[in-house]
């Protein structure tokens, strides 16, 4: 038979029920709630930010490779001017030199 002593030292071991609704509580305040989880992205909010992410990105590059093709462009012609303009410095320097005209310093 079951004494009062008993009881007393199987309540010290054992959970009550006022020991388990405490810690319902205490487990419920760890896990969020469906509404706390909105405020995260979804799977689909994510792909739609790659998404438009990977396109501004193709844009970009786009831009920066017609920027570079315009220079690479410019400096074929200045190059391609180079020559001429040593030649007609060269021309100037002889001209100069014969007529004995001075140089103009820059």
């Known amino acids: 038979m079951i004494t009062d002593t008993d009881i007393k030292k199987?309540?010290?071991?054992?959970a009550t029920k006022d020991d388990l609704k405490a810690m319902e509580a205490r487990q419920d305040?760890?896990?969020a709630t469906k509404?706390?989880?909105k405020a995260f992205?979804?799977?689909e909010s994510l792909k739609k930010t790659q998404k438009s992410m990977e396109?501004?990105?193709?844009?970009f590059k786009d831009e920066i490779l017609h920027e570079i093709?315009?220079?690479?462009e410019e400096i074929s012609i200045v190059m391609g001017y180079k020559d001429q303009i040593e030649d007609i410095?060269?021309?100037?320097?002889r001209l100069e030199k014969?007529?004995?005209i001075p140089p103009l310093t820059a």
């Open 10 to 14: 199987l309540e010290k071991k054992f």
């Open 29 to 31: 305040a760890k896990f």
């Open 35 to 37: 509404d706390d989880l």
């Open 41 to 43: 992205a979804t799977e």
């Open 55 to 59: 396109d501004a990105i193709i844009n």
């Open 69 to 72: 093709k315009g220079l690479r």
């Open 89 to 93: 410095d060269y021309r100037v320097e």
């Open 98 to 100: 014969h007529t004995k």
